[in-house]
């Protein structure tokens, strides 16, 4: 794919894994571009670390707004005009429209804090405690009208310690956040991933000759 993937982050939070994918654009791992981080939060440090790395920020507030598809027709509306081509939810607490999830048909991703299809929705990592699961983990899923129900890119596995807390637990999660959405974003990005009924496959790099002679097609 020839120019650079025009990213635009919706985060409601801190937003340690907009900054990894800031850290992967600026160290030329990923070849994309953030044009724009959104929030629905004027005090998320998402925003904070958008406006450190020079990056156009703007906050759109469900509470400014009549209903969720006025508010959402408002983020599609922004996110057009900077001509972003792929969405990242990047802990962006707020379900999204039909409406929205049409304005970009497969082209919103997000992360999500445990081994999909276990653990949906809130507090996955408390889930995962809870439950007395010996692994979790964390899974970047294309985004469809379910609550973390869409098609699977990536996941890695992380085990739960005895003595784990949700804040030790989310932080060892987190760390393999911050690997594999860059990642994602980087094969989607090289125009890798297909999407067939729920399964997404990853296909080889299209102009890379040394990656097919060492892995040659079967015949
Ligand atoms: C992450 O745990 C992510 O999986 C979830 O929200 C959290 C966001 O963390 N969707 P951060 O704002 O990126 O630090």
Redesign the pocket.
């Known amino acids: 794919m020839s120019g650079k993937l025009r990213l635009g982050v919706l ?1 409601s ?6 900054q990894a994918i800031i850290d992967r654009i600026q160290d030329g791992s990923l070849n994309a571009e953030i044009v724009l981080v959104l929030s629905n939060k004027p005090t998320a ?2 925003l904070q670390r958008g406006r450190r790395a020079g990056i156009p920020v703007c906050c759109i507030e469900q509470q400014d707004y009549p209903d969720r598809p006025a508010c959402d027709r408002a983020m599609v509306a922004v996110l057009r005009e900077a001509r972003v081509e792929l969405v990242i ?3 962006f607490m707020r379900l999204l429209s039909a409406q929205f999830l049409d304005a970009f048909p497969h082209r919103i991703l ?4 445990a081994l999909l299809p276990a653990f949906p929705g809130l507090n996955a990592q408390q889930q995962a405690l809870q439950h007395g699961a010996r692994l979790s983990g ?1 899974t970047v899923h294309f985004v469809d009208s379910g609550v973390d129900t869409g098609p699977i890119v990536l996941q890695a596995a992380v085990p739960v310690l005895e003595n784990d807390s949700v804040e030790t637990l ?1 932080q060892r ?2 760390r393999q ?1 911050h690997r594999i959405y860059p990642e994602a974003i980087r094969l989607f990005a090289e125009g890798r991933l297909r999407i067939l009924d729920r399964r997404v496959t990853i296909v080889r790099p299209a102009e890379n000759p040394e990656e097919v002679l060492i892995n040659p097609p079967v015949a």
């Open positions: 985060a939070g801190g937003g340690t894994n907009l440090g998402a939810l990047a802990g997000n992360i999500h804090p964390c989310s999660i987190l956040e």
